[in-house]
């Protein structure tokens, strides 16, 4: 996939992959072996038809490519930039060991730019159906229902649709026109959306399941999760959600600053590589080693690209300085018996920002006003324990993914439909 270069990118928020030409994407897709068993769908967590797709490409025949992605995945637009392609279909495809894998995700991403998708839909059903998120979940579900005559509404929280997608991952990597171009579309279908709408606050949950006939909460896990230690208090020490919130987008300046990110996941090297770009050193610090890192490989070779210092197997233990951070103080972690353990000996670094990028979790507001107000919501596959309420995204899944979540929430839109249509 050709990128931009890198000077140009550690200055700028403009998307550094610039996607495939027509010439590029028929001759990459011209490399595909057409195995009799293709791996690749095996590698997908929504089992796009790759095979297929990549046929048509090579064809020059996009609309036709776009229709059988968007049979398992409504929104290669997303998943086309963001997908860890290397874990998945790339990483299964014959030619990954031999030569170079067939780049099924920038295909992907040239087929959503050059297709042109299909819209059929079944006659109005009276049915009524609330979402709650508008993140990919939220979309996907909604996409599906509509599409079966169901009447869809979805409420978003925040003043900006999309979830995650449109607001924290930055548009070096999935720029906002997609998100927008996706929430323009579905609109036009006739979902409604309503935003500022924070469920458990604004309106509760128990007039959703009064008034629609099922629920479906994709609410992903948009906050951060925090820990408890000595100092963490300090000015200059932020967790990624209120980070990427107030600096994500660019328009503030940190020059010159000596940041760290603490964290191995795409939220921690996106907070470094957004530090970066705004003019800080960054220093990513991670509790084991680099292999263990659960970020896409692509975007560790980017951040690695461009300057951003890594530093492994320390935890950080106190946050040292005035009112102002100063210093940070890890203990350093060993290797014993196959283990990383945390050892007595430890290692200052001078920082004047440091952003935790540990974990997420779901805002349990939402269950306020019903009878798991202050329990934890327990979901069993797309189910919750609520009548007609289902669940489907990073609220449900092991793995926190795009894909995943659009996934889960076609099986949870189908889910729904059953029970509707055994309900009459
Ligand atoms: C910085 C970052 C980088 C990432 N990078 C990647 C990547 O490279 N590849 C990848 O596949 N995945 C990545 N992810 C993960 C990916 O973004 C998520 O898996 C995905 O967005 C989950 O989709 P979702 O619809 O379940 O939830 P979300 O996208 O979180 O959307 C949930 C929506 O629900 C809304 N909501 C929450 N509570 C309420 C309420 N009570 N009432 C109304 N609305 C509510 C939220 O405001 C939000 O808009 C990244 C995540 C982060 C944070």
């Not at 038809?49 to 036709?64: H, P, R, S, T």
């Not at 279908?189 to 924070?198: L, P």
Request: proline share 3%.
């Amino acid at each position: 996939m050709p990128l931009l270069p890198v000077e140009e990118r550690v200055k700028s928020f403009k998307e550094i992959e610039l996607g495939y030409s027509v010439e590029q994407a028929i001759k990459e897709a011209g490399r595909c072996l057409q195995c009799k068993e293709p791996l690749c769908e095996k590698g997908c967590p929504a089992g796009v038809g790759c095979k297929a797709f990549i046929e048509q490409v090579m064809l020059g025949n996009f609309d036709k490519a776009l229709e059988i992605i968007q049979a398992k995945n409504p929104f290669p637009c997303f998943t086309g930039r963001v997908c860890a392609e290397e874990a998945q279909c790339e990483g299964q495809c014959v030619l990954a060991s031999k030569k170079q894998a067939i780049a099924i995700k920038a295909l992907e991403r040239f087929v959503a730019e050059h297709g042109k998708a299909n819209w059929s839909e079944e006659k109005t059903n009276g049915k009524k159906v609330a979402i709650v998120g508008s993140g990919p979940a939220g979309m996907a579900a909604a996409l599906d229902l509509k599409k079966k005559g169901f009447y869809v509404e979805v409420f978003e929280a925040l003043p900006k649709l999309g979830g995650i997608l449109g607001w924290g991952i930055p548009e070096y990597r999935l720029n906002r026109h997609s998100v927008e171009k996706v929430v323009k579309d579905l609109k036009e279908k006739g979902i409604v959306f309503r935003k500022k709408e924070r469920i458990g606050f604004e309106k509760k949950l128990n007039v959703l399941i009064k008034d629609f006939d099922a629920v479906l909460l994709a609410i992903g896990e948009g906050k951060a999760k925090k820990i408890e230690l000595p100092g963490i208090e300090k000015q200059g020490v932020l967790y990624w959600d209120k980070f990427l919130q107030g600096f994500g987008t660019g328009e503030k300046k940190l020059d010159g600053k000596k940041a760290v990110v603490v964290g191995g996941g795409n939220t921690a090297l996106d907070c470094a590589r957004v530090l970066r770009r705004l003019g800080c050193k960054a220093t990513v610090i991670y509790r084991k080693n680099v292999p263990f890192m659960p970020c896409n490989k692509s975007e560790l070779f980017h951040a690695m690209e461009e300057d951003i210092e890594f530093k492994m197997q320390l935890v950080p233990k106190e946050f040292l300085g005035k009112k102002k951070l100063e210093k940070i103080r890890f203990k350093k972690m060993e290797i014993d018996n196959e283990e990383f353990v945390e050892t007595e000996k430890t290692e200052d670094l001078e920082a004047d920002i440091c952003i935790m990028a540990i974990g997420q979790e779901y805002d349990p507001i939402v269950a306020n006003g019903t009878e798991l107000e202050g329990k934890e919501i327990k979901i069993n596959g797309n189910k919750t324990e609520l009548w007609s309420v289902f669940a489907a995204g990073d609220l449900t899944n092991q793995e926190k993914t795009v894909i995943h979540s659009i996934s889960s929430a076609k099986k949870a839109a189908s889910e729904i439909e059953t029970y509707l249509n055994e309900k009459k």
